[in-house]
């Protein structure tokens, strides 16, 4: 089965920085999803990518696929208290027979400091 | 919008004891999911119904039952809880399982102690 890498692990930045987490796989991605997960609530969907090179943006927050499909990066321009939480990265790996399964990583908990 | 719901929000169950955990997506999605969310170990699937009528295992389903009640419904049952099922539970559904660009919606999740 398919391992995705999140990094960091954790982040902490003061408000107004922008950052960026990196979700990596040995594997090709086929489809890439990433979440957010406030603490005690449930997993927002943010973005979906599918193609090399296709980037997606939701107000201050964009992703990317890179262009050989092994690795995404959410960025967070201007970062404020509302975008603290839990990101993780979900992908699709094929499992045979036109089938695909969907693994997740392990999370990066975003802490942003006022 | 309900979107996915789940219940209850919170339990406390004594080892041994057993409990369903409810969950009900109006977005008339073929295929549900049940998974659970550890420090540590990210989210493992438990179990999945790819459409109405069918139910396999995931990664981890060992001391669980599911059962597909209808399209809408899905359910999670422990039928003699375990320490080791302490944890967060969540139920998700998307439109068609084993497909990429499969999205999956996560209702809010049930936090389950057992003690």
Redesign the interface.
Known sequence: SQELEQSPQSLIVQEGKNLTINCTSSKTL??L?W?KQKY??????LM?L?KGGEEKSHEKITAKLDEKKQQSSLHITASQPSHAGIY?C?A?SY?GAG????T????TKLSVIP | NAGVTQTPKFQVLKTGQSMTLQCAQDMNHNSMYWYRQDPGMGLRLIYYSASEGTTDKGEVPNGYNVSRLNKREFSLRLESAAPSQTSVYFCASSVAQGHSGNTIYFGEGSWLTVV
């Open positions: 086929y489809g999803y979440y005690g609530e449930g997993l927002i969907f979906m599918q993780l979900g699709d499992s089938s695909y399964q969907l997740f990583g392990k999370g």
